[in-house]
């Protein structure tokens, strides 16, 4: 059964960062894509960024670029998102989801999610 | 950025009755194109990938079709649990977008 599994997720200031964590299990993680998307308190999904099974591909939305990072750890299983510059409009619950290929497109299971508050 | 545009923005069906959704793109997307279902306080399901393909699990009774630009996802006979909301994605074309979603609420 695959899972995935978020976490990392909190209340931090403007400006400040966090690093979100998926755990994953289930699949062979190395031979698939992974990707994150988020959404905002009472809004749709948005697209956040992807990564290719070896890492050596990533892409990102233009809401992010430049202040995300993500990034996998094949041999632990783990995706994670680095979020530094954290700015109100990046408040969301963010879900890592497992990819239909080796390639970034679209996902066929998700997390969870964790909720990233971002207030003074 | 090609912005992925959903209708209607809430569709009111009684259960048992068709269901039928409409995604427009504003570019060719191919056939690279994927529909989910979310509840509240639950993560995105795939229901439809590759325009038509069913994801693993997924009843008979949600289909999708359309290429291009247009794209539409079909409930058959809408049962209790597919009261929800709906959005497509494209993944043509980096970034990924989503529509703004279609709810399927009870009439």
């Known amino acids: 059964e695959v899972q995935l599994l978020e976490s990392g997720g909190g209340l931090v200031q403007p400006g400040g960062s966090l690093r979100l964590s998926c755990a994953a299990s289930?699949?062979?993680?190395?031979?698939?894509?992974m990707s994150w998307v988020r959404q905002a308190p009472g809004k749709g999904l948005e697209w956040v960024s992807g990564i290719s099974d070896s890492g050596g591909s990533t892409y990102y939305a233009d809401s992010v670029k430049g202040r995300f990072t993500i990034s996998r750890e094949n041999s632990k299983n783990t995706l994670y998102l680095q979020m530094n510059s954290l700015r109100a409009e990046d408040t969301a619950v963010y879900y890592c989801?497992?990819?239909?290929?080796?390639?970034?497109?679209?996902?066929?299971?998700w997390g969870q999610g964790t909720l990233v508050t971002v207030s003074s | 950025e090609i912005v992925m545009t959903q209708s209607p923005a809430t569709l009111s069906v009684s259960p048992g009755e068709r269901a039928t959704l409409s995604c427009r793109a504003s570019?060719?997307?191919?056939?690279?194109l994927a529909w989910y279902q979310q509840k509240p306080d639950q993560a995105p399901r795939l229901l439809i990938y590759g325009a038509s393909t069913r994801a693993t699990g997924i009843p008979a009774r949600f289909s999708g079709s359309g290429s291009g630009t247009e794209f539409t996802l079909t409930i058959s006979s809408l049962q209790s649990e597919d009261f929800a909301v709906y959005y497509c994605q494209q993944y043509d074309n980096w970034p990924r977008t989503f529509g703004q979603g279609t709810k399927v609420e009870v009439k």
């Open positions: 289930g699949f062979t993680f190395s031979n698939y894509a």
């Open positions: 570019q060719s997307v191919s056939s690279n």
């Open positions: 989801g497992k990819g239909v290929y080796s390639y970034d497109s679209t996902a066929d299971y």
